[in-house]
């Protein structure tokens, strides 16, 4: 089994950024703020002391962020494979519950390579193998996040050779 670009880390960390960003806001504001505060006026703590309880409790929470998103993307990158088989694309994937996909060469109809601005800034690329009827969004069921730029072509050409033999 094939491993991913490493600098699919980076992927994984900016997507565990905005998670845990948004999941710890959203808790933070929800469920942890009200029961501070009603804390901190039973224990009757000067207006001071709650600026800087705020202040602490907001640089607590970005290193929070950090420390899980950096948890998360190490995580990610270490479970997540791929094969090209003689059958077909075998995927394997998944932190807590693991994710297992074949996808036969008969039912793939095109892979497309993407390289947005962080994948051309650490080399690599990202396939979206379509298939025949799976029509999930945002990606394609045969979707590798991050492969170097020529192995992506290499792939690409690979696939379509088999395909188009298939169809013959």
């Given at each position: 089994?094939?491993?991913?670009?490493?600098?699919?880390?980076?992927?994984?960390?900016?997507?565990?950024?905005?998670?845990?960003?948004?999941?710890?806001?959203?808790?933070?504001?929800?469920?942890?703020?009200?029961?501070?505060?009603?804390?901190?006026?039973?224990?009757?703590?000067?207006?001071?002391?709650?600026?800087?309880?705020?202040?602490?409790?907001?640089?607590?929470?970005?290193?929070?962020?950090?420390?899980?998103?950096?948890?998360?993307?190490?995580?990610?990158?270490?479970?997540?494979?791929?094969?090209?088989?003689?059958?077909?694309?075998?995927?394997?994937?998944?932190?807590?519950?693991?994710?297992?996909?074949?996808?036969?060469?008969?039912?793939?109809?095109?892979?497309?390579?993407?390289?947005?601005?962080?994948?051309?800034?650490?080399?690599?690329?990202?396939?979206?193998?379509?298939?025949?009827?799976?029509?999930?969004?945002?990606?394609?069921?045969?979707?590798?996040p991050a492969v170097e730029m020529n192995q992506a072509e290499q792939i690409r050409t690979f696939v379509m050779k088999k395909i188009t033999k298939r169809r013959k």
């Amino acid at each position: 089994m094939n491993q991913l670009h490493p600098g699919a880390k980076w992927q994984f960390r900016i997507g565990g950024y905005i998670l845990f960003g948004v999941l710890g806001i959203f808790l933070g504001f929800w469920i942890i703020a009200p029961i501070i505060g009603i804390l901190l006026s039973l224990i009757g703590v000067s207006a001071s002391s709650i600026v800087v309880t705020i202040l602490l409790s907001i640089l607590g929470f970005i290193l929070f962020v950090i420390v899980v998103s950096e948890i998360y993307a190490q995580m990610s990158y270490n479970r997540w494979f791929y094969e090209f088989s003689d059958e077909g694309l075998r995927l394997e994937r998944g932190i807590i519950w693991k994710r297992y996909s074949n996808i036969p060469y008969e039912r793939i109809q095109n892979v497309d390579v993407h390289r947005g601005i962080i994948a051309r800034m650490f080399g690599f690329s990202s396939l979206m193998i379509q298939t025949a009827g799976y029509s999930a969004q945002p990606h394609a069921e045969g979707y590798i996040p991050a492969v170097e730029m020529n192995q992506a072509e290499q792939i690409r050409t690979f696939v379509m050779k088999k395909i188009t033999k298939r169809r013959k």
